[in-house]
DNA sequence: CCAAAAGTGTTCTAAATACACCCATGA
DNA sequence: TCATGGGTGTATTTAGAACACTTTTGG
């Protein structure tokens, strides 16, 4: 920032690239929006667009946000800036700059395109096809975070209503990680935790039919939970126990159809920064 | 990214600030230049510059640090990307934008002023004055970040050289934390995390004079540690105790001499963000 | 001999794990 | 009454904290 000179700088592009997660019938699902152009063209991408002259990037994030989900009230959302990709040929048509954001929302009304996007949809985070740009490599950055903030803060109930059951908390944590976690122990862990969660006075909630009507909670004032909740260590070999996604419920039915792009997995490199950044 | 009009952006300009961190003398210390010119003409500042046409900010970050520290090798350095800083009016005369990132060095040569900045200079990290810019929250949140980064991963050995003891270990954790720790029981834990460190089989170093020779380790292959080695709660009132910054031995100088700026330590919010971020 | 720093061992306590078991509801 | 999910209790194991003690150097 020394040796400044007015006119030594080359003109970049900014723009904000939102990975916006949601929790629903215990899958992990991102906002994306099929694109219509060159390049890229019938892929899905990230929602996100350009920085204007007088905001930062958190700002222009927000407003992506508000847009993209339709949502009339998006100030309590948690959305945190993940980092910045620069790669000189991220983008094949001009020197784009992008900082990606991380959003958690709890309920996931299907997006009202509002914004640019004439059709986003939440799609499940496993198994997407090839995304436009470098957007496999954001999403993939962008869960690996959220995984590992959700061991050190309470992170979690984001992605929860504002009322919500231990049993709605934990299943957070075993889409997010993808595993099982002994439900005495969650419980334990969260309730002494001081200020992850509070209870409300007289609510219980039938959850969905069968079984006892489970208490309600409300998010605590605590940010940090000191001890972490750590996610076990996965066993060596491999992937530790995924928990059976409950099947779709009638009406609730998450969208399995044609999805654009090759359908090749090629997610991202998830052999990089254990739980570095 | 969708409905993209190629006209519709306005030109920014990129640039990337360097937190670069050692720890010498039990003492955190940054990095930092003297600014020439207006504005803050006169104050420290981080060093930094644009990214050039064809660079990613992560390459530009490395040349910029080659420069400023004047070492011939700075590839195996930690340089880790922190984020990035974008409010409109952080730079008086343009719209900048800036990825900030923090590097660790180990022995801390006084910088041969090889880039831009005529005077560049190692200042402890605690009591900086006011940095130019947004320059304070961009060294806080640095300092945030790699003592966060400590606790769960084996970063700590690019604070060291090569070859360190134990000891030498300790304190780097004493000194970027701000707290005391337990010899033996720092020991184990460090001994006990696999791959964090590794004895070199033939060395023992003497420790600057008197005490018992202290074995010497390089490195491991391991980047996290499981389970983590965490800071200890800081007992409600307020800073747990710091350790006290050896004397500076003869020679090793730490300036102490005049700095500019006004002195006062408004060097940022440190109530954000516990261990989030 | 003493001070200083490295290194070892032991005890005490807190926390995480792995269960077994009971409760309330819908079908 | 059975399946399902909520909630409680308890034994076992592990990790962390505190601290006493020995060792090896320089002065």
Redesign the pocket.
């Known amino acids: 920032m020394d040796g400044y000179d007015m006119h030594a700088f080359e003109p970049f592009a900014v723009t904000v690239d939102l990975a916006v997660f949601t929790v629903r019938a215990g899958v992990l699902q991102v906002l994306l929006v099929e694109r219509g152009q060159e390049p890229y063209a019938g892929q899905w991408a990230l929602p996100g667009g350009f920085v204007l002259p007088r905001e930062s990037a958190e700002t222009a994030a927000r407003r992506e946000l508000a847009e993209e989900t339709g949502l009339s009230d998006v100030s309590g959302l948690h959305l945190e800036q993940l980092r910045t990709y620069s790669e000189p040929d991220r983008d094949p048509r001009m020197r784009v700059v992008s900082v990606a954001f991380a959003a958690l929302l709890p309920d996931a009304p299907e997006p009202t395109g509002g914004g640019d996007a004439a059709s986003a949809r939440w799609l499940p985070c496993e198994g997407l096809g090839p995304l436009a740009f470098d957007h496999d490599r954001i999403v993939a950055d962008a869960h690996e975070r959220i995984g590992a903030k959700l061991e050190y803060t309470c992170l979690a109930t984001a992605f929860c209503p504002p009322e919500f059951?231990?049993?709605?908390l934990?299943q957070v944590y075993e889409t997010v990680w993808g595993t099982v976690l002994?439900?005495?122990?969650f419980?334990?862990?969260v309730?002494?935790t001081p200020g992850f969660v509070e209870q409300v006075p007289g609510g219980?909630r039938?959850?969905?039919?069968?079984?006892?009507?489970?208490?309600l909670y409300r998010a605590g004032g605590a940010t940090t939970a000191h001890?972490?909740?750590?996610r076990?260590?996965a066993p060596a070999g491999g992937a530790g126990r995924a928990p059976d996604p409950?099947a779709p419920a009638a009406g609730t039915a998450t969208g399995s159809s044609a999805r654009p792009g090759s359908g090749s997995p090629t997610a991202a490199d998830p052999s990089r920064e254990g739980r570095s950044a």
């Open positions: 059951t231990l049993g709605e934990q002994d439900r005495p122990n419980r334990r862990k309730l002494t219980a039938l959850t969905g039919g069968r079984g006892k009507p489970a208490a001890p972490p909740l750590l076990p260590a409950p």
